[in-house]
C-alpha cells in the first residue's frame, strides 16, 4: 500500500431543511389554526482518528464530502428529520489545516478523537412559530440555513516515541530491523528509505516503545534536495531523537553538522529535542579510528557518544536504554 501523509479535501455539511406553511383541517374544528413543521438540521462533517489507519491514501481517490439536507417539515406540527452526520475516519496523528496550510483546525492525537469540523445547517422555521394573538393564521415560513463548507488540508504526523535521523546510508533502515519486526527496505546504495516507517521496541514485557525511521537527509534539504524534509514532522512528537552517524564513511563531524543544520532549518523545536549520537557500524572501523572519531565527535558535539553496530548487534542494548530512558523523562516531564 503506497504511503501518502498529505491530501487536500473539500468539505460541505448539509442543510437544513425547510419550514412548511400548514393548517389544522379536520372535520367538526373550525378554525383548526396552523400546524407547518419546522425543517431538520443538516448533517455535520466530522473526524474520527482511528488506529487501525496509517495512511491517507484513500483521500487520492475521495476527496469530496458532503452532508445531507435535513428533512422538510410537515403538517401535524412534525418536524423533519435530522441528517446522518458523515464521519471521516483518519490515521491517528492526523493534523487538519486550513486552506492557507498554516492555521491548524484541528489535531487528531488521541485513539477515537472526534471533531466536529462543520456544523450542518439548522431547519427552517414553519408557520406554527409564527402564530400570535393578532396573526391567528400566519403564511410565512423561513428555509433551513445553508451548511458550511471549505477547502482543508490533511497533514499525517506519525505517533512515535523515538525517531532516527541521519544521513542516507547511515544504517538507520537496518537498526529499525534489528529492534523491532519493521521490514524496511535495505539496500547499499542512497535513499533507500521513501517513506517513514514505524516499529514498535519491546525491551521486556513492560517496556515498548514506537520508533520511527525516516528518509536520509542530505545538505539542502529544506531546499528540496534530495527527498526534502517534509518527512522530518513524523518525527516532531518524538520524545528523542537517535542520531546514527556513520563511522567508516569518515569526517562524521561535517556528517553531525549537517543533519544538525537541516534540523534547525526545519525548525518545529527539532533541533531543541532531546538527542542520543550513535557512531554506527562500528564492526567496520579499526579501533584506532573509532576512538578517534568518536573523541572527534564528542567534541564537536558537546555531548556522549554511543558506540553501535547495527549488523551485529554490538552496543545496540545500551542505545535502546538510553532511548527508553529519555522517553520515561519525557513522559514524567508531561504528567507534572
Known sequence: MKFLDQAKIYLRSGDGGDGVVAFRREKFIEFGGPDGGDGGKGGDIIFEAAQNLNTLIDFRYSQHFRGKKGGNGSGADRTGAGAPAVVIRVPLGTQIMDNDQETMLADLDQPGMRVTLLRGGDGGFGNARFKTSTNRAPRKATKGWPGEERWVWLRLKLIADAGLV????????????????????????????????????????????????????????????????????????????????????????????????????????????????????????TPRETSARAAALRKASGRPVMLLSGATGQGVPEVLRALQAAIIADRRDRAA
Open 166 to 285: 541521519g544521513l542516507p546510508n547511515a544504517g538507520k533502515s537496518t537498526f529499525l530491523s534489528v529492534v523491532s519486526a519493521a521490514r524496511p527496505k535495505i539496500a547499499d546504495y542512497p535513499f533507500t528509505t521513501l517513506h517513514p516507517q514505524l516499529g514498535v521496541v519491546r525491551l521486556s514485557m513492560t517496556e515498548e516503545f514506537v520508533l520511527a525511521d525516516i528518509p536520509g537527509l542530505i545538505e539542502g534539504a529544506h531546499e528540496g534536495a534530495g527527498l526534502g524534509d517534509r518527512f522530518l514532522g513524523h518525527v516532531e512528537r518524538c520524545a528523542v531523537l537517535l542520531h546514527l552517524v556513520d563511522g567508516p564513511a569518515g569526517n562524521v563531524v561535517q556528517a553531525w553538522r549537517t543533519v544538525r543544520e537541516e534540523l534547525a532549518a526545519y525548525g518545529g523545536g527539532l533541533a531543541e529535542k532531546p538527542e542520543i549520537i550513535g557512531l554506527n557500524k562500528s564492526d567496520s572501523m
